[in-house]
């Protein structure tokens, strides 16, 4: 079964500090896309970043960066430099050939907590 | 400006009363879905279209229905709404997804549409 694992329910950092939110999948497709979206107090979802089973490099937007770690089904999302503004829930998705990538799984979610 | 549109926001509503929840895309979409968010359980899909006249089940179907008559909107139905359906509900589009391979296949969000059923 396709699964996403956000293991983190809750994390703090300081402004200005980097931080990384763990994000784990199990899949047994060869093609799949991982997602990360942001969801602030206000409820929206915002796309943040994006990372294909067949990139070899790590995305990168900005702030964000996915740390793809294939091998171990890993997707972590990094921020560096925080902002009071990155205080959201941040959710891990996964799209794959198996669902005929009809279906966008995802985890738990990690809610961040930006202290000045 | 490109987005997808829900209505409504907001609803209070009492057990067994119809609703319908609206969605409209205008990015020429191909695929549109339907998701739930509950606390600890993230957003969990209801059902997807893969294009007009063409539906399907999702993870938590049961209790909805949906139609794609037109390319553009995707109403989400509650025929018989019961306390459980309280949640917060999302329709997304993208466009039709064939290959994982150089292609991001984001899915764009509406703001979103809190019901609560008494």
């Known amino acids: 079964a396709q699964k996403i694992t956000q293991t983190q329910p809750g994390m703090f950092v300081q402004e200005k500090e980097a931080v990384t939110l763990d994000c784990t999948y199990d899949t047994s497709d060869q093609s799949y896309g991982l997602f990360w979206y942001k969801q602030p107090s206000s409820g929206e979802m915002i796309f943040l970043i994006y990372q294909g089973s067949y990139d070899e490099q790590n995305a990168t937007e900005g702030r964000y960066s996915l740390n793809f770690q294939k091998a171990r089904k890993s997707a972590n999302l990094v921020i560096s430099a925080s902002q009071l503004g990155d205080s959201a829930m941040y959710f891990c998705?996964?799209?794959?050939?198996?669902?005929?990538?009809?279906?966008?799984?995802f985890g738990a979610g990690t809610r961040l907590a930006v202290h000045p | 400006e490109a987005q997808v549109t829900q209505n409504p926001r907001y609803l209070i509503t009492v057990t067994g009363k119809k609703l319908t929840v609206t969605c409209s895309q205008n990015m020429n979409h191909e695929y549109m879905s339907w998701y739930r968010q509950d606390p600890g359980l993230g957003l969990r899909q209801i059902y997807y279209?893969?294009?007009?006249?063409?539906?399907d089940k999702g993870d938590v179907p049961e209790g909805y229905k949906v139609s794609r008559k037109e390319k553009r909107n995707f109403p989400l139905i509650l025929e018989s709404p019961s306390p459980n359906q309280t949640s917060l509900y999302f329709c997304a589009s993208s466009f039709r997804m064939t290959s994982g391979v150089g292609y991001t296949g984001e899915l764009f969000f509406g703001e979103g549409s809190r019901l609560t059923v008494l």
């Open positions: 279209s893969m294009n007009v006249e063409v539906t």
């Open positions: 998705a996964m799209r794959g050939l198996r669902s005929g990538y009809n279906k966008l799984i």
